[in-house]
């Protein structure tokens, strides 16, 4: 199962303000970084719950039509729109997520929910867009890791609008 994280961030490497919302990203909607293209290359998104909550708070919609949904969390067994909620280890989950068919994972979120797949040497690539903003405080891009990843960087691209785009592999 090849595993990407597409992910904003602020300048200051933060995904979420410190109460938890992206709205500073709502500026920066009206320019095109290849979302969809790259949504298009994924057939499963994997979250944590609290991730999860937000998006069923924000829409009673899935923003994730078509696509496999996961949801990681020890708390919760069920929920709309989730395909299976997973309470176990992320090495156990990748081989069952092949077993349903999985071939492109993207890492929706949350940071700790990315460190966790980095620390366990699970990402193949990261794809970080940095918006011209710092917030200061808030969700870091990824969550506490256990010891320093290394990524390589193959290519980046900057926008009219301030934000720099950089893809990321790993050694994995």
Known sequence: VRACYYV???VD???ADANGSVDWLNPFF???YGYHDFLNSVDTVV???RT???ILKS????PYSGKRFI???HSRAIGPHADLFWPG???DLTPRLAAMGTRSLWIVGGGSVAGSFLDAGLIDEVHQFVMPVALGCGTPIFGPLRQPASLQLKESRSFPNGVVQMRYVTGR
């Open 8 to 10: 904003a961030t602020s």
């Open 13 to 15: 490497g933060l995904i």
């Open 30 to 32: 009206d320019t095109d």
């Open 47 to 49: 979250m944590g719950r």
């Open 52 to 54: 999860y909550d937000r």
């Open 59 to 62: 829409s009673k919609v899935n």
């Open 71 to 73: 949801v990681l969390s």
């Open 89 to 91: 280890p992320l090495f």
